[in-house]
């Protein structure tokens, strides 16, 4: 497992583009692009935007510490999103972004916590599905 993680990592860097990596659904119930739109805005269950920006007029600050997610459905199919999401260090093990579906290796969790991720599977499939639908780049 270690292995594969490295080898992703080492092709990512490589080129930017992540060629065939990405993760099958965690779930059978389709991702509610709805429900995933709420969690991304939402400032205690996602926090996405304490780091990354995006066209939500109705958030007033937003993050500059990671790529707006503006156009994001068009750079990344939904297995990438997923992947990224679950767990970012898969792609990237310097990342600063927290793994919302995984609780290997974590550092400095609370009791309460631990063991715990911090989305859901469905909640993980809702955002998937809304991520997916930002095809579109505002010129
Ligand atoms: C603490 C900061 C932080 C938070 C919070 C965060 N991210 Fe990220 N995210 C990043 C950074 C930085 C990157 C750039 C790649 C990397 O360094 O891993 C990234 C990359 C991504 C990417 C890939 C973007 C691309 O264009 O390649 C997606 C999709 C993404 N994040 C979605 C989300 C969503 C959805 C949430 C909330 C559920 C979220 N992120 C929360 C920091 C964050």
Same mark, same amino acid.
């Given at each position: 497992? #270690? #292995?594969?993680?490295? $080898?992703? $990592?080492?092709?990512? $860097?490589?080129?930017?583009?992540? %060629?065939? +990596?990405?993760? !099958?659904? @965690?779930?059978? /119930?389709?991702?509610?692009? +709805?429900?995933?739109? %709420?969690?991304?805005?939402? #400032? +205690?269950?996602?926090?996405?935007?304490?780091?990354?920006?995006? !066209?939500?007029?109705?958030?007033?600050? *937003?993050?500059?510490?990671?790529?707006?997610?503006? &156009?994001?459905?068009?750079? @990344?199919?939904?297995?990438?999103?997923?992947?990224? @999401?679950?767990?970012?260090?898969? =792609?990237?093990?310097?990342?600063?972004?927290? !793994?919302?579906?995984?609780?290997?290796?974590?550092?400095? =969790? &609370?009791? +309460?916590? #631990? &063991?715990?991720?911090?989305?859901?599977? *469905? *909640?993980?499939?809702? =955002? =998937?599905?809304?991520?997916? /639908?930002? /095809?579109?780049? $505002? *010129?």
């Amino acid at each position: 497992m #270690r #292995r594969v993680v490295a $080898a992703a $990592a080492a092709i990512c $860097a490589a080129g930017g583009v992540c %060629a065939g +990596e990405g993760m !099958p659904p @965690l779930t059978s /119930t389709p991702g509610d692009p +709805e429900r995933g739109r %709420a969690i991304v805005i939402d #400032r +205690e269950t996602g926090l996405c935007l304490l780091c990354h920006s995006g !066209p939500f007029p109705e958030v007033t600050f *937003q993050g500059d510490l990671a790529p707006s997610l503006e &156009g994001v459905g068009a750079r @990344l199919d939904a297995a990438a999103l997923r992947l990224r @999401l679950v767990d970012s260090r898969r =792609v990237n093990p310097d990342t600063i972004m927290p !793994p919302y579906h995984s609780t290997d290796n974590l550092n400095r =969790v &609370g009791a +309460e916590w #631990r &063991g715990k991720p911090i989305l859901s599977a *469905q *909640q993980i499939e809702d =955002v =998937v599905a809304f991520l997916a /639908t930002m /095809t579109e780049v $505002a *010129q």
